[in-house]
């Protein structure tokens, strides 16, 4: 009873309500979020000037992350050291003296 | 008989070369009609209908062929084609490939990746043909024709030199699709140093490519995967030749697109990116197998995976821009791959292993792959209608896009729900298994999969939240934009709801199939023929998923 066989799974009645509860769930999550974020483009994009002090805050910290992790989208120089990370990792991986004996 | 509709040509030869040939003979008409401008000093007059009814006609035959030969191949092991001087001549065990020769491979896997990739250039080209903001050129196709061979080519190829050569010419396409564009404003000589820097990089990772496969040719003589890893003994060459071919390869798929606004070409770069992890598929699995020394490797591309997620997870929150932010949720996606595809490798080592894990890492590493690129395509598209002018400002700052893009919102959030695992759409399958596997190796890992994948959730809310809901902007002018993506968009809508409603066919004709691939060659590498195999399907059950009594197989 309250089981549905696909081939693939066999859901029972619990992980059934489990799905609808979160889907619920994430639904009011999408309804609360769209009453906040409704028009936040709008303003952040044409009135940064009037930001509050939260806002500041909060443009602070986004900056941080942006300039920390912004090398990412710098393109190209950044692609080149980003190689240079990813080959002398694996040089150290690889390279650097192994215990032998394949994986684990 | 059936691969060979043309006179010796077996059919995966005629889909790499259909494309090629096309590119050539586009390629000999710009060049005619550069000949002719440059000969009446007056522009040519082209109509632009013998130039889409052509491509288009180019994108249905491409995706047809390329499904004839998955459906041949879909119950097949593995076969292989090798070009002789009686022609083409298909053999099972591969043997006869030298150094330098056509030698194909075809085998589920690749022809799962090759019908996928296909079908993405079908929408791409779609895409591209009603692109009004962007309008297709000769030169366009030129470079996509050659991108979409190149890309095949690395689908089908049997060894580390044929490898190469479809690295080059996916490189030669994407590269002209790139092409670094002058800002206003910018000094000539800033200009050429950028361009220098890509163009540099570029040949640095082709050459590093080139320098491992010649490495391997000059001490064995053969490129043939297969025949190689039969020879290929541990040392130090054979470890810096892995060093060099596997993190250009990693290198390739992990790295951003360039900032473009362009979905079609935004697509074939996705696609490039899904044919650099399948390289490196063949390159971890079937060329190298569990060597000696290459212990660390699995725990290295898994520290890698998590790096990016945290990348993604900082530049997701920081970034509105609809390409920065398709570019962050494709990294997270990266990262995903990254991390089953270490536990993959580190679950195929021994029989036990993949029992407890393996199989089920490798069925969540394909399954999340085969996501990315029709995922990444409808973010792509998406993306770039989003940074379509609209009274003077882009479509995605106005919010309340819902009321004038209903169906675009809609596949937006069925593509997010997609990604970020939520039941019932295929992601979350792909999920359940790596967390399954993830929690074999460490339970920290699967709560850092686990708060990863609800992070994307969430910032996956908030972003659709800030642009389709709220205020609909005044409609002084009508927005296009459904009408312009709908068929792509539509098309990719009914993969994703197809292999959410029939998970099973889903798992059973894509993934099941080329997890059995890899299965056998990872096996096959280990050359140990008598070890048996553990059965695929002994993992496609869940563990939360009670039995049902009375009931048996």
């Known amino acids: 009873m309250f089981r549905l066989v696909t081939g693939y799974f066999t859901w029972n009645f619990l992980v059934w309500s489990a799905i609808f509860f979160f889907s619920a769930l994430f639904l009011v999550l999408v309804l609360r979020f769209s009453k906040k974020q409704s028009g936040m483009y709008v303003s952040n994009a044409y009135k940064d000037d009037q930001e509050t002090v939260g806002d500041a805050e909060s443009g602070r910290w986004r900056d941080f992350i942006r300039n920390a992790f912004g090398f990412w989208f710098s393109l190209p120089q950044a692609q080149l050291l980003l190689l240079a990370v990813i080959v002398l990792f694996f040089a150290l991986a690889v390279l650097s003296g192994g215990s032998g004996g394949g994986n684990a | ?553």
């Open chain 2, 1 to 553: 008989m059936f691969l060979k509709l043309l006179p010796g040509w077996p059919l995966p030869v005629i889909a790499i070369a259909l494309p090629l040939f096309s590119a050539f003979l586009l390629g000999c008409a710009i060049l005619l009609e550069m000949a002719y401008t440059a000969h009446t000093s007056g522009p040519f007059e082209r109509k632009k209908v013998y130039l889409k009814v052509p491509f288009l006609f180019f994108l249905f035959l491409n995706f047809a062929l390329n499904y004839l030969v998955w459906s041949y191949s879909h119950n097949l092991e593995q076969t292989f084609f090798t070009l002789g001087a009686a022609g083409w001549a298909e053999t099972l065990s591969g043997a006869g490939g030298g150094s330098w020769k056509a030698f194909l491979r075809l085998d589920p896997l690749g022809a799962m990746a090759a019908l996928l990739t296909s079908f993405i250039v079908l929408l791409a080209g779609l895409r591209s043909l009603a692109d009004k903001s962007d309008p297709i050129t000769p030169n366009k196709i030129f470079f996509m024709l050659l991108t979409q061979g190149g890309v095949v080519g690395i689908f089908y190829s049997g060894g580390i030199t044929n490898l190469f050569l479809f690295l080059l010419i996916s490189q030669i396409g994407a590269t002209g699709l790139y092409r670094p564009v002058r800002a206003a404003g910018l000094k000539t000589l800033n200009f050429f140093s950028q361009s220098a820097w890509y163009y540099a990089s570029r040949v640095l990772v082709m050459g590093m490519y080139l320098a491992g496969t010649l490495l391997l040719l000059s001490k064995y003589k053969v490129s043939g995967f297969t025949q190689l890893h039969a020879v290929m003994q541990p040392g130090v060459l054979e470890l810096s030749a892995y060093v060099l071919m596997a993190s250009s390869l990693f290198f390739l798929f992990i790295k951003p697109s360039s900032y473009i606004t362009d979905a079609s070409k935004r697509c074939y770069f996705a696609m490039r990116g899904y044919a650099m992890f399948f390289a490196l598929l063949r390159v971890n699995f079937l060329l190298f197998g569990p060597m000696r020394g290459l212990d660390r490797i699995p725990w290295l591309y898994i520290l890698f995976g998590g790096a990016a997620l945290w990348a993604a997870f900082a530049l997701t929150t920081t970034n509105r821009d609809p390409i920065r932010f398709t570019e962050s949720v494709e990294l997270f996606l990266k990262g995903f791959i990254t991390i089953s595809f270490g536990l993959s490798l580190n679950g195929t080592g021994s029989a036990a292993a993949a029992a407890e894990y393996g199989l089920g890492a490798l069925e969540s590493m394909l399954s999340l792959w085969m996501l990315f690129l029709p995922i990444s395509a409808a973010l792509s598209i998406i993306g770039c209608l989003l940074k379509q002018k609209y009274a003077g400002s882009e479509l995605w700052t106005l919010g309340g896009l819902s009321h004038k893009l209903p169906f675009t919102g809609f596949v937006f959030f069925i593509v997010i729900c997609g990604l970020a695992g939520l039941p019932p759409f295929p992601g979350f399958i792909s999920r359940q298994f790596l967390y399954r596997a993830a929690n074999a190796v460490s339970p920290f890992l699967t709560l850092f999969l686990f708060a990863m994948s609800l992070a994307v959730l969430f910032i996956g809310i908030w972003y659709i939240s800030g642009v389709l809901f709220g205020k609909a902007p005044d409609a002084e002018e009508k927005i296009q934009g459904d009408a312009q993506i709908a068929l792509p968009l539509f098309l990719i809508l009914i993969f994703l709801l197809f292999s959410s409603a029939a998970p099973n066919h889903y798992y059973d004709n894509a993934v099941s199939k080329s997890v059995s691939s890899l299965m056998r060659i990872s096996y096959a590498a280990q050359d140990e023929q008598s070890q048996e195999l553990p059965d695929p399907d002994d993992s496609q059950d869940v563990p939360d998923v009670e039995p049902i009594p009375g009931e048996s197989e």
